[in-house]
């Protein structure tokens, strides 16, 4: 697995985002028949919340991102992204288990909503997701906080 690095993202990063975004998810879209040049970048653009988002980083390059953002019951795991040259290779799997220890740490419930049909499915299911709901386009997944096993 290269060396990687995830850091607080800022408002300079939503270009890089948006391209990142639109290059990951068109086979996807493409698929389900909803691809669309423009709205795939501007629903990025309008949603980029750094405060709750981080950047990847791999050998001191643009890699990726990943959001997790507080709602009422749970925290949003949103826009995790990874340049396609470096996805198999476990990075995706790392940052995801580091964010989700964060929330097991904190007892929080995480949700999340994948494309019908996206591989990406598979990583969060290996990670615990679960299905919570689908429509057509989108899959729902919950995952639960796991606590560490007590020594009695």
Known sequence: MADWRIRP??????????????VVLRADLERLGR?????VR?????????????????????AGC???RPAEDAHWLEHFYLAPHLQGRGIGAAVLRELLERCDRDGTLVRLNVLQ??????L????GFTLEAEDPVDVFMVRGP???????
């Open 35 to 39: 691809y669309d040049e423009r709205r």
């Open 124 to 127: 969060y299911e290996r990670h």
């Open 9 to 22: 993202a800022s408002m300079a990063d939503v270009e890089a985002v948006a391209e990142l975004r639109a």
């Open 117 to 122: 049909g996206s591989a990406a499915r598979r």
């Open 42 to 62: 501007q629903r990025l653009r309008d949603r980029f919340a750094p405060a709750h988002t981080w950047v990847l980083e791999v050998a001191g390059a643009f």
């Open 66 to 68: 990943v959001s997790l």
């Open 146 to 152: 796991v606590m560490p096993a007590r020594d009695d």
